[in-house]
Each structure stands twice: as structure tokens, then as C-alpha cells.
């Protein structure tokens, strides 16, 4: 009898949504010992550190041509709000020398974030009866995760960790804060605007043009704002370094495309379609599924009071950066934080069975933790997102209506 109880309250801890908060607390503390144990015990691989300091460097000492930023692995080109964290970084750490010190604060990040995205979870968990267990995935998997936070030291993370930042704002219906830190995340690395077709969206829903116009104007004066010593010094250069969309990628690195020849990676026209294929996707999420139950005037009024429900504002943010991870021209290991966080509630939030839900997620983790990319992986992987994004349009959004 004590046994079958203890069985079952172990079900229950694991399949409902009830336990959710308790287990969420007990994983940070779970995840300070491993982030601090990999720091101890990992060997730190230098990647891209010594570049970011060499960038920032040239800013340091004056220089504010970006044409003019380099390091070991070629040219700036992130945006100024790279240059002005990385540059605290390079006094905090002793011009980048102190590494064991940027790891620490790198941990620090990383729990951080984690805490955020734990919250987010938190405040959805029982409108989409999460269970318990998906926190398995958003941390005791997360061994990529880890390495790309505490062991690498790349951006990626500080753009994300501003965009969930920016995401919780929504749901506590802060837009106007919630626009300013998601400007800002932008600033770090223009991969955060796969969001913006979805927010825009949620922008219009909830309030009009007449609230929408403000806050994109507030986007636009961050960036402008952040990057005018860029600016007056080299307009064209600014734009074309920090916001390159026709950056080539090594295919050496890709994750998502070794199964295609090189020369068809690199070709204009595969890059084109994909650009596409992507809009394309795009318009037809946000007419048949972002705005159900929306009618489509709603879009063109002045004004709008309409207040979203959480879990739908999660769905289209995430579903739009989703999209765009189908679709990227390539995605590099650094990548997989661009929507790993995001996974486990899109995933169990689609119609999928619940087995194929869980088959999905270990096979992105696995395609993500082979080391080189190969065929096989690079199939597998897009095979899981395939799966995934079909799910997502047969699940169409629940409601947008107001509260």
C-alpha cells in the first residue's frame, strides 16, 4: 500500500502541473552546482573571447569607424550594444585576462536566465497543463547549454537572457518596459528580430497603431540612441557591419545544412529561397493562426484595448522565432540557445502525441550534441523541426480575444 501511494505520488509529481513552481526552484539550486562543477572541472575552449576583447579594444582606444573593429576572427559585426557589455567585461576581467572571473559571471548569467525562463513556464503551467518533467529538458539536458554559456563566453547568451527579460514584461503586460529590453536584446545580436513578426502582431492586438506606432518609434531610438558615436563617425559602416543580412557563414559550422554540397550552401539563390520560404510561413501563421478569433480589421484600428492571454503571447513569440529557425541559413552550435528554452512549451503545447512530443525534443538535443555535424544529423534535425512547425499549424492559437 505505502508503495503503490509513493508510486503515485511520484506520477503526480512528474505529470501535473501542480508541482511545477516547487521542482522549478529545485532545479536553479540543481543547476548552481552543475554550472559551477563544469567551470571547475571543464576545460575552457577559447573560440571567439579573444576576438570580442580585440573588438572592443579598438573602441576603447578610440577608434569608432566600425570598419575599423577587428579581431583574430575578422570584423565586428554585432551592434553597439556588443560593443558597450563587452567592453564592461574587458575592465571587469582585466582586459579579458581574468577568464576564470567572465566564467563566474557567466554562471551568474546563466542562472539568471534560467530563473526567467522558469518564471515564464510557471506562469503558463496550469493554463497548458505542463508537466512536471519538462523542466528534465529546459536543464538536466541542457549540456550544450552549459558549454555556450560558461565554457565559450559567446554573446548569444546575453541577447537571450535580455529577451526573455523582454518576453516576461509582455506577459505581465508591460509593453511599453517590455519594447525598451527587447530593443536593447537587439542591440546585443540581431537574431532576436525573429520575434519581431510576432510581436508586432501582439502589439496590434493589444493596442492598435495608436499604441503600436510609440513603441516601435521607442525600438527604433534605442538602436539609434546605442549606436549614434557609431554613427556620426560612419553611417554606412555602422549599418552594414552591425546589421549585415548578407553575412556568409562557414560551412565548416553549420549544424543544420551539412547534408547539402558546400557550393549549394554558399549559393545566393538557396539563400533567397529560404529568405521565401520564410516569409511566406510567416503570413500564413499570422493571418490563419496568431490572430484566431481576431477579426482581421482589429489590425487596422487606431485604437485597441485588448488585453492577450499569457500562454498566447508565449505561443506567437516563440512560434515566430521558431520559423525563423527552420529556416536560418545556417545555425551554429552557439545558435542552439536561440530557442532551446523555447522548445519544451512548444512542444506540449502542439497536438503531437505525447511520446512523439518527448521523441522531439531528444532528438534535437542529440543532432545538437553531434560533434561535427554530420548527414545523418543534419537530416535528423530538420526531420524535428519539420515535425514540430506541422504540429504548430494544426494547433492553431487558442484566443486572442480579450479578457
Known amino acids: 500500500m505505502a508503495l ?7 506520477r503526480t509529481v512528474l505529470f501535473s502541473p501542480h508541482h511545477f513552481n516547487t521542482c522549478s526552484r529545485l532545479l536553479l539550486w540543481g543547476e548552481l552546482v552543475v554550472t559551477l562543477a563544469a567551470i571547475w572541472i571543464v576545460p575552457y575552449t577559447e573560440i571567439d573571447w579573444k576576438a570580442y576583447m580585440q573588438e572592443v579594444e579598438g573602441f576603447l582606444n578610440g577608434t569608432w569607424d566600425y570598419t575599423q573593429l577587428k579581431g583574430d576572427t575578422g570584423p565586428l559585426v554585432y551592434p553597439a550594444g556588443f560593443v558597450y557589455i563587452y567592453s564592461a567585461l574587458y575592465y571587469v576581467t582585466g582586459r579579458g585576462s581574468n577568464l576564470r572571473l567572465a566564467q563566474y559571471i557567466f554562471a551568474g548569467l546563466y542562472l539568471f536566465n534560467l530563473a526567467t525562463v522558469l518564471t515564464l513556464y510557471n506562469r503558463v503551467a496550469k493554463a ?45 503586460n508591460h509593453w511599453t518596459f517590455g519594447c525598451l529590453v527587447y530593443s536593447l536584446a537587439v542591440s546585443i545580436k540581431m537574431n532576436v528580430l525573429l520575434y519581431s513578426p510576432g510581436l508586432l502582431i501582439l502589439l496590434l492586438l493589444a493596442h492598435g497603431w495608436h499604441g503600436t506606432l510609440p513603441r516601435l518609434l521607442l525600438c527604433a531610438a534605442v538602436q539609434v540612441i546605442l549606436g549614434a558615436p557609431f554613427l556620426l563617425t560612419n553611417l554606412p559602416g555602422y549599418v552594414a557591419r552591425s546589421f549585415d543580412l ?23 539563390g538557396f539563400h533567397a529561397s ?17 490572430a484566431r478569433g481576431a477579426d482581421f480589421r482589429r489590425f487596422l484600428q487606431w485604437k485597441s484595448e485588448g488585453k492577450l492571454q499569457k500562454q498566447d503571447i508565449l505561443w506567437v513569440l516563440f512560434t515566430s522565432n521558431f520559423i525563423g529557425i527552420c529556416f536560418a541559413r545556417s545555425l551554429h552550435y552557439q545558435f542552439y540557445v536561440w530557442y532551446f528554452h523555447t522548445l519544451p512549451l512548444l512542444v506540449w503545447s502542439s497536438p503531437l502525441p505525447a511520446a512523439l512530443k518527448v521523441l522531439v525534443l531528444v532528438l534535437v538535443e542529440v543532432c545538437w550534441n553531434t560533434y561535427p555535424s554530420t548527414v545523418t544529423s543534419s537530416l535528423v534535425l530538420h526531420a524535428a523541426h519539420a515535425v514540430l512547425l506541422c504540429a504548430l499549424w494544426r494547433k492553431p492559437l487558442a484566443s486572442t480575444k480579450d479578457q
Open 246 to 268: 548578407g553575412r556568409q557563414f562557414l560551412y565548416q559550422w553549420t549544424v543544420n545544412w551539412r547534408c547539402l554540397p558546400e557550393w549549394l550552401f554558399l549559393h545566393r
Open 128 to 172: 497548458l497543463q505542463l508537466p512536471t518533467f519538462l523542466l528534465v529538458f529546459l536543464g538536466c539536458t541542457a549540456y550544450r547549454v552549459h558549454s555556450i554559456f560558461v565554457l565559450r563566453l559567446f554573446n548569444d547568451p546575453v541577447a537571450i537572457c535580455l529577451l526573455y527579460v523582454a518576453v516576461l514584461l509582455f506577459v505581465s
Open 274 to 290: 529560404l529568405l521565401l520560404l520564410h516569409i511566406v510561413v510567416l503570413l500564413a501563421f499570422a493571418t490563419k493562426h496568431w
Open 4 to 10: 503503490r501511494d509513493a508510486c503515485g505520488f511520484v
